[in-house]
């Protein structure tokens, strides 16, 4: 019995360490949470769509798997060598079979890492190949999106899905899926040859598997709810980052830094709590296993050791010092890749995870599409009709109510009405930036639903209320990446507009740099960028919608001034807050609440003595004030 007392404590002591975790598993709070990640969609058609990135790859994956072979031949056979070199030494001592046997050695270790180091190339190559493919594929999808879909998902997201998405399933591709297989292999393998070797002791070590499975089961439950709340902190903190850096300068102005300091703190000890909580889980699991591993080794010594000394036989195989040492070797490679495989176990779940948040994204229909037999326009002559257009970004709350009006090739109409009108909403239609619900939109007669919007936006020029420029030079953002326009054209461009004038003034002239956003330019220079940027276009329509209220008078003069001059171009729709930009116009539409309330030339509304009169009455005198003080 007293022979046995080691082997006993040693099944006492695992025992006790089940018995614990078993109840703390049973105990754990919000049990269900910890479960499953949040997923709609099966793993297998995660898994399908996944492998299609992977197909075009398909050579190079099989390469892998071959060199993985040799890689792993290392982990069986070395154990194997060590322990015939311990043969070898006991016996009769010759240089000769050792000087073999150690070259041998070092011969597969070689191979083995040259494997390996050949092995991660090809993998990291392909991994960045379907990144990029992926990559792209997502972000062509959100340029396809309508403006109602996009102003419906934070940047911060979009983001996230091009870029930490999809590394977490390159990452998939190049290491997680590549260490499972090898590791699945690897255990099988040892398995195999420590069977060949000697059952009896094969049998010792896998008294010790079922705990080792017992324990990455629990492990694996506490490790997903500990993931998911570092999973949550984080986005929580990035989309708190993204929205208050954007808005830092309201911050600054309002003297909220410390209340902002104060959340942001909150959520950054959030994350590091959650962040403390997975670490402990980790650092509960490894050891964990490595006393598993470390028992079994005692096991291996107390048995091995027994059966060597009084040369025991069992189950008929003799045992010799070289054997246990073989086999030293092999569990400290056994319980490795199963620890591994637990923890790729979650890495794989997580890239599932973002896999599903990416497909769901691809799979989001783009809500303003082609029709099948949409007409290409070459050339439009820029003539505009609204028939009773109805339209509501959300159902029910009607923003636009039976507009219709007429613009003939080369006029400029002027919208103008209260904040909130639907004057923006109007110019947006026209671009099918969304596409109404009821009624008609015809350019020179042919419904904008039946031409190819790429067709019907070549020909517009959109300068928009709130201009956006892009980093880069001010070229760049003239020119947006249309290579085809001469340094003349670029120049004429500018001086048509009246944006010479500053930009001379600019140290590097054209190649000055814009940072993000413009915001090293004035609202009045970029409103002249916006408008150099149309017309070097040559668009047959001009879409203006004014946004500068509150621009010196000089620029407002180079503005009108520019304005004047681009009637010239084509068809020009203005939305105009100052009348007297205005003036000249064609047609003067006045919107009220998504209505047309009144339309005609200046002077005719004038004549009418309605709304339009009293609004230009009240500026009007506002101006005469301003010009008296
Ligand atoms: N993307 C959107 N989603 C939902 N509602 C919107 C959206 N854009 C505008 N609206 C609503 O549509 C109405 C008309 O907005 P629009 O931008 O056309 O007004 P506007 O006449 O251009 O005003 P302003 O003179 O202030 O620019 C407003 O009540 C606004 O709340
Ligand atoms: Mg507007």
Known sequence: MREYLPILIVGAIIATFSTAFILAYAFMKNKKEAIGFDRNMKDTEIIKRLFKYARPHYKSFILVLLIMLLSIAYDLISPMFVGYIEELIKQDFELKPLFIA??????????????????????????QKILSAMRMDIFAHIESLSHDQLNQMPVGKLVTRVTNDTNAISMMFTHILVTMVKNVFVIVGILGAMLLLNYALTLMVLCFVPFVVLFTIIFRKFSRKAYRKVKDGTTDINTYLSENLSGIKITQIFNREDQKMEDFLEKSNTLCKAKQNQIFVFGIFRPMVYMLYISSVLCLFYLGGRGVIKDITMFGQAMNSGTVITFYLYISRFFNPIQALAEQFNFLQNAFASAEKIFTVLDMEPQVVDEEDAIELDEIKGEIEFRDVWFAYKEGEWV?????????????????????????????LICRNYDIQKGQILIDGIDIKHIKKSSLRRHFGQMLQDVFLFSGTIRSNIVLREESYTEEEIIQACKYVNADAFINKLEAGLDEVVRERGNNFSAGQRQLLSFARTIIHKPSVMILDEATANIDTETELLIQDSLEKMKNIGTMLIVAHRLSTIQHADNIILLSDGQILEQGSHQELLHQKGRYHQLYMLQYSKEQLKQRT
């Open 102 to 127: 150690v070259g041998l050695y070092a011969g597969i270790l070689v191979v083995s890492m040259a494997a390996s180091y050949v092995q991660a190339i090809i993998l990291q190559k392909t991994g």
């Open 400 to 428: 636009l109510k039976g507009i219709s009006f007429h613009v003939e090739p080369m006029q400029t109409v002027a919208l103008v009405g209260a904040t909130g009108s639907g004057k923006s909403t109007i110019l947006s």
